[in-house]
């Protein structure tokens, strides 16, 4: 029989051993690193990828830095932005609408300073009142230049010398194309077809455009590369530019048109800008809008682009005068060479300096003054 062990009630001194097994902690073996691929070997269009975003910055600043706009973001700031400008046009007409009233009203006196006579006499009596004429404007820059403390285009400066408001539907950068687009064709026609809003037709309309439609970057379409032995005409690719002027002359064709149908008592009034100098300087992040298509054609200076542009501005207001000559009360303004060819007179590629800007103004009112000689100072 086996014996049973007999409890003592003492517990051993030493307590088993442990075996080896259980003092052995696996652990899993360590992943080998993988090789990247050796410089000279083909790699994978995924590999690539692996190795350009892995020499780049962390992906996270990449998408802050980088991230493209989408098109819905891209198309929710275009409409506000054309939301403002709708809204900027409300505004301008609510204000003249207002003034014009009050002056019909209680009668338009000459704008004049409050001249007072020596020794603190009695101001001078005011002049007898006038019919103010009623005048809308739809252009460019040239009418809407809105640059801070320049005070404005040729409207503002306009009205001084006219004593009435203007109703100014004009933006800087529009183009004839845009003017006589769809949008702003629904919001013309709704002015011409209303007439003034302080009631009756429009005297005038002044319309300023075509400008911008032959600058800039389509303009490298219609002038060639610099040749020292051509000629000015030469250098411009006519019949390309006849298509863009074609396009210009469609807008100004369809504005006769409305105006015939809608307001034909309304007098049109054009002007055909002046010489611009390719000078390369723009203005708050715009242009420049002729000095990139000369340099990119290799012009070796600013005196061959000047001919070159010359000529083309010269083509624009034979445009006009014909257009003129085939319409009953259409005028253009002959505006081209008012300016010195020097590049103090203008305030960049495109607009005129302070001083030419108050010239074109004048010239506005001295043919306003012709067309209205009762109604103009």
């Not at 207002?98 to 409050?114: N, T, Y």
């Not at 003034?196 to 075509?210: K, Y």
């Not at 006849?242 to 034909?264: C, F, H, K, N």
Request: proline share 7%.
């Amino acid at each position: 029989m086996t014996k049973k062990p007999v409890a003592t009630g003492k517990t051993n001194a030493k307590a088993p051993a442990k075996s080896k097994a259980a003092k052995t902690t696996i652990r899993p073996a360590a992943a080998k690193p993988r090789k990247a691929p050796i410089a000279t070997q083909p790699v994978t269009l995924d590999q690539a990828r692996r190795l350009a975003a892995a020499a780049g910055p962390k992906r996270a600043t990449r998408r802050m830095l980088l991230a493209a706009p989408t098109v819905d973001k891209v198309g929710v700031a275009r409409a506000k932005l054309d939301k403002q400008r709708a809204d900027e046009r409300e505004q301008r007409r609510r204000e003249y609408t207002a003034v014009m009233k009050i002056m019909k009203q209680r009668g338009a006196a000459r704008p004049e300073k409050a001249a007072k006579g020596r020794r603190g006499g009695p101001a001078k009596a005011p002049k007898a009142s006038f019919q103010p004429l009623q005048v809308m404007a739809e252009g460019d820059s040239w009418f809407d230049y809105p640059i801070p403390l320049f005070g404005g285009g040729i409207v503002k400066r306009l009205e001084k010398r006219l004593g009435v408001p203007i109703l100014n539907m004009a933006g800087a950068g529009d183009e004839v194309r845009f003017m006589l687009g769809v949008d702003q064709r629904k919001r013309l026609v709704q002015e011409l077809k209303s007439g003034c809003p302080a009631g009756g037709p429009w005297d005038v309309m002044l319309f300023s455009g075509g400008g911008n439609d032959i600058v800039d970057n389509p303009m490298a379409l219609w002038i060639r590369d610099f040749d020292a032995t051509a000629t000015p005409a030469a250098h411009i690719h006519q019949p390309r530019f006849d298509a863009a002027l074609t396009l210009v002359r469609a807008g100004y064709e369809d504005l006769i048109a409305l105006r015939d149908q809608l307001s034909p008592s309304t007098h049109l009034v054009f002007r055909c800008y002046d010489f611009a100098i390719p000078d390369g300087r723009g203005i708050c992040h715009h242009g420049p809008w002729l000095k990139p298509t000369f340099d990119l054609r290799k012009f070796p200076s600013r005196a061959e682009g000047f001919a070159v542009v010359k000529l083309m501005l010269q083509q624009f207001a034979a445009m006009l005068q014909s257009l003129a000559g085939a319409h009953i009360k259409v005028t253009v303004i002959h505006t081209q060479g008012t300016l010195a060819q020097q590049t103090s007179a203008w305030h960049n590629e495109l607009h005129p300096a302070k001083p030419g800007f108050e010239s074109f103004a004048e010239m506005f009112r001295q043919q306003l003054k012709v067309l209205f000689p009762t109604r103009v100072v």
